[in-house]
């Protein structure tokens, strides 16, 4: 049962710090999403990869977060410096890319606490 | 701005009552419309598309252009229904907020 991998699972930090977020798609999905979920905000997306190539961060504070698939079986999400306000799920999912419309498989998520 | 608009964060029932989740899209077109559902320490899956016209669980969930909705039906729910659901435009890539829904006994 071919399923989407994050670690850390738990991850607590101190204002300041380097965060970094790892996913591992199932394998042969050439689609991956980074999604960060909030009380106030629920799922938001904040980017989207097909075929290892960025399509859109537009979700994404650029000054701070950076979203990158150095190979097919990896993607990272790194927040640098870390703020309280980035508390958050953060989710990857990956999908087929069979076309549109596309089902997405989660991960089971990073808990991020910054304080 | 394009939305996904789940208006209600949380639908209480008893079991064996009927159940609507209602979404909301805000543009014109013809979206493609997931609903996903989070069940306590599982995680995010889909449970139906719209181009299906399937019924998952019990659960069935109709495209009304007029209307520009989307919700989410049961007639009959259940205990095991309780957990998160997020109405999805994946097109857009838009999720709603989310509706928990909480089935008492």
């Known amino acids: 049962d071919a399923r989407v991998t994050q670690t850390p699972r738990h991850k607590v930090t101190e204002m300041g710090q380097e965060v970094t977020m790892r996913c591992q798609p199932i394998?042969?999905?050439?689609?991956v999403f980074w999604y960060r979920q909030t009380m106030m905000q629920g799922l938001e997306l904040l980017a989207y990869f097909r075929n290892r190539a960025p399509l859109d961060d537009s979700g994404m504070p650029k000054d701070r977060f950076s979203a990158e698939m150095p190979d097919a079986t990896l993607a990272t999400l790194k927040i640098q410096p870390s703020e309280p306000r980035d508390s958050a799920v953060y989710f990857c999912?990956?999908?087929?890319?069979?076309?549109?419309?596309?089902?997405?498989?989660f991960g089971p998520g990073t808990r991020l606490t910054v304080l | 701005a394009q939305r996904v608009t789940q208006p209600e964060k949380l639908l209480s029932v008893f079991k064996g009552a009927p159940v609507e989740l209602k979404c909301n899209y805000s543009y014109s077109g013809s979206p493609e419309l997931f609903w996903y559902v989070q069940y306590s320490r599982q995680r995010l899956q889909l449970l139906l598309r719209?181009?299906s016209r399937e019924s998952i669980k019990g659960f069935t969930a109709d495209l009304n252009k007029g209307e520009t909705s989307f919700h989410l039906k049961k007639p009959f729910a259940q205990e095991e229904d309780s957990a998160m659901y997020y109405c999805?435009?994946?097109?857009?890539?838009?999720f709603g907020t989310g509706t928990r829904l909480q089935v008492f006994p």
């Open positions: 999805h435009n994946t097109d857009k890539l838009i």
């Open positions: 999912a990956s999908g087929p890319g069979l076309g549109n419309p596309d089902t997405q498989y």
């Open positions: 719209h181009i």
């Open positions: 394998l042969g999905h050439n689609t």
